[in-house]
């Protein structure tokens, strides 16, 4: 066989193996696409969740300062009158009595009212603290899906056997990220 007849044999071969190349390409890049698009819709539903937490912390946070200072309020009138009735300046002690005995029994439930808004407050920053970190790894997941897409259209065009590789790793990688995010 000559040599341009060789070359010529050793193109076709290269052409059928290519065209072989180019079938499981747009399947991967589709399979990928997929991945990558599941992954951005549960990062932003982690997202999501993450500022609805935030926000309820925020306003657990507020009730907690406002039960605080209704506390405080209470406190403060049970301290006037029993000032009032220390000072022996009540000019009706048993009335100023019974008064500051009802603003004492006010105080310790507003009080426990308080801290337990604050329990929750803490428990919902913890929960969007969670929700977000576990948003970033799946965010950091699917630019890796979308990184492997862009490596196999490229092997497609150049024909690398390097690069559908280094999609493989990216995919893989991609997907542990992807399950610790799940996971957290």
């Known amino acids: 066989m000559s040599d341009a007849a060789k070359s010529f044999q050793e193109a076709h071969e290269r052409s059928e193996g ?8 747009p399947v991967a890049a589709a399979v990928l696409a997929v991945l990558s698009a599941v992954s951005g ?3 932003n539903v982690r997202s999501t969740a993450a500022l609805v937490a935030k926000n309820d912390a925020i306003v ?4 907690a300062s406002d ?10 009138k ?11 300046l009540a000019k009706n002690s048993v009335k100023v009595r ?5 603003e004492a029994k006010k105080g310790p439930p507003l009080l426990v009212k308080a801290r337990d808004f604050d329990e929750r407050a803490d428990a919902l920053n913890d929960r969007s603290e969670k929700l977000l970190a576990s948003h ?21 065009l150049v024909g690398s056997r390097l690069l559908p590789l280094s999609a493989a790793i ?7 990220v992807l399950i610790v995010g799940l996971a957290t």
Do not use: M
């Open 18 to 25: 290519a065209r072989e190349g180019e079938r499981w390409v």
């Open 41 to 43: 819709f549960l990062s």
């Open 60 to 63: 657990a946070t507020a009730h």
């Open 67 to 76: 039960t605080y200072a209704q506390y405080e309020a209470e406190r403060q």
């Open 78 to 88: 049970f301290y006037a009158y029993q000032s009032l009735i220390d000072a022996g």
């Open 98 to 102: 019974a008064i500051a005995a009802r």
């Open 136 to 156: 970033e790894r799946i965010e950091v997941a699917a630019t890796l899906f979308e990184v492997a897409i862009v490596l196999i259209s490229i092997s497609a």
């Open 170 to 176: 990216a995919t893989g990688i991609g997907l542990v």
